[in-house]
């Protein structure tokens, strides 16, 4: 899908629209972004006209008069603009999904495989586990609500603080890994999800990989990376060793009463 010379809307700037209006604008498109809460500060708004030429508006606008609307998958479907979206067949992307298609455009990233965790609970805990176990054999960089890290051998150093881990997040956390100097071998990130339970969402197809006792995990990698290295997507490959002795149970200590 070409990103260029489009008119989009980015519904919700307060929750990651801006860096998502902002990549948008740089690839020469004509970006409206709707304040929906009417949160964002005047001064923040202003300097999205001026500097990157994106107007911005805190009430609803006609959908026809744009070819695209973005909208996060959290924002009330019975929105006016959603609403006119729907009647009219205009298209709507999620802040997941228009993120996506900026990552696989971004050149920056050949070779790196994009991994995005999202659900209600459990993320930064899977997320840190899986960025440990992924840095004894690659180089990671990792997104979450504890910051932006970069993980080797196991260790981790913190490159940023004070991120959100809306989906349009990850586009600044992409650009302070760069601005770092660091060219890792995954960038993964976590993001909300409204659904129960760890999921996959819009950045890439997904595959899967064998953790450490047989553990399943699905991830997401970036449809134009090379899995040749790794294995085909089907193909489950293992990232540790497996024991050569099985583990026995422990005995249940008696308990007296």
């Known amino acids: 899908m070409d990103l260029s010379r489009k008119k989009f809307a980015v519904l919700d700037l307060t929750h990651g629209g801006i860096p998502i209006a902002k990549k948008l604008a740089a690839a020469g498109n004509k970006v409206i972004g709707i304040d929906v809460y009417g949160t964002v500060d005047p001064g923040l708004l202003l300097e999205l006209e001026e500097k990157h030429g994106i107007r911005c508006s805190k009430t ?21 603009m959603l609403e006119e979206a729907r009647a009219e067949e205009i298209r709507v992307l999620s802040h997941h999904e228009i993120v996506g298609k900026i990552l696989k455009d971004d050149s920056r990233l050949s070779g790196i495989k994009t991994v995005e965790i999202t ?52 586009l600044v956390a992409v650009e302070k890994v760069f601005d770092a100097g660091f060219r890792p071998d995954f960038l993964s990130s976590k993001s909300p999800s409204e ?28 449809q134009n990376s090379s899995l040749s290295e790794m294995q085909s997507p089907e193909v489950p490959f293992s ?4 024991p050569k002795m099985p583990l026995k149970p422990q005995k249940r200590a008696r308990q007296r009463f």
Do not use: C, N
């Open 195 to 222: 659904a129960p339970g760890l999921q996959l969402s819009g950045f890439s197809q997904p595959f899967r990989l064998t953790i450490g006792l047989q553990t399943i995990l699905p991830l997401q990698a970036r």
């Open 60 to 80: 609803p606008l006609p959908a026809s008069g744009f070819d695209l609307l973005v909208a996060p998958v959290h924002l009330d479907s019975a929105y006016p």
């Open 239 to 242: 990232l540790m060793q497996e």
């Open 119 to 170: 659900g209600v609970k459990a993320k930064t805990s899977t997320s840190s586990l899986l960025a440990d176990m992924l840095s004894r054999r690659f180089e990671v960089a990792l997104h979450t609500s504890r910051g932006l890290e970069y993980w080797k051998g196991g260790i981790s150093s913190l490159i940023s603080s004070g991120l959100s881990i809306t989906p349009g997040s990850v």
